[in-house]
């Protein structure tokens, strides 16, 4: 059997990359303030990405920072300085930094010369003589176009050395452009993709205009809701661990920079069991695909597809009639400290444990929620008392944001999440 595969998992903020690393991530990949394609996430300081690297290698866990814009001149300058402070960085370096540029390659190359290069699905890696010639300018890896099949992705391994790593996206949104590079955002509203600032213009609802008659807007219609005509549904690949395995990827990568702790946990949590289970043996592999699968649909998705991994996607991997994400479950926050109840409190609760969390979504007291636990024992509970940070008395928690005490029926544990069914919400 091949050796185990690295879990890449995407991370938006610190308290991300900790869920991700707690969850069960053998790397995080994050964006600095510049220089990565997702300008809207909230990327991280550099103070962040250094209190981030220390806790992922405390973990045993790696950490890659996304430099993948396609440079214009006028980025250089600014390029050359961003990658001596990563170099420089105290008390721990990045592990590898991700690249599409060559420009931006060379500059890297020549400023951080002890950190490894891996190349970004955005330079369009879809042959092996292009892995070759990565790894003939000093690449450690190169991820694999979306647009590859596992036979090409094969076919690939067999032919570069056996040094050198593929990684592949495994999990989440698909792009419809080529390997990730659209100029429709850049042509509807100024904001190039190329650069991080995409306004992902393949969700938006499309209708046809004939050329003489410019006003009239003729709908084109898969229901009464309309046609999404470039929305694709997402990348899963819960249920082809073992093809993934045998095809030599070495990284199997989660995408989702934008997405919440919630989504990182469930994902991370799902696709280490199913890698670890699998590594075990087939049959624990196949014993539990029903639990990978119904977890999986516990994250944020547009319905899933298993996109040129087995061939051509056909008409079935896009959705016509909505741009919106199936969302059954809301991340209410993550445990920050655990903690004795002090005289603060009233005298019924004294002695009890409280945890802290910052809240991100309204719930209330009485409300019955769920702890979920990166070893997978999660639980629900009921929300048996609630105080602001003031340590004053609450019935809800209605501004996200907002540091919330909660007394609940069961003890959670710092880097525990807590998430509700929404049929559950009072």
Known sequence: MREKPELLIPASSLEVLKTAVCFGADAVYIGGEAFGLRAKAKNFSMEEMAEGIVFAHAHGAKVYVTANILAHNEDLDGARSYFAELAAMQPEAPDALIISDPGMFMLAKEICPGMEIHISTQANNTNYQTYRFWWEQGA???????????REIAEIRKQIPKEMEIESFVHGAMCISYSGRCLLSSYFTGRDANKGECTHPCRWKYAVVEETRPDEYLPVYENERGTFLFNSKDLCMIGHIPQMVASGINSFKIEGRMKTALYVA?????????IDDYFVSVQKYRENLAWYKEEIAKCTYRQFTTGFYFGKPDETTQIYDNNTYVNDYVYLGTVEEVGQC???FPKAFQGNTLARIKQRNKFSVGDSIEIMKPD???????????????????ESCPHPGQTVWLKLSDVPAKFDLLRVKKTELN
């Not at 469930?266 to 199913?274: E, F, L, N, P, S």
């Open 376 to 394: 997978g024992n999660d639980s629900s509970v009921i929300v048996e008392g609630m105080w602001d940070e003031a340590f004053q008395p609450m």
């Open 266 to 274: 469930v994902a991370a949590r799902t696709y280490r069991k199913a």
């Open 140 to 150: 450690k890896r190169v991820v694999s176009a979306r647009e590859l099949s596992l």
């Open 342 to 344: 002090t005289d603060d």
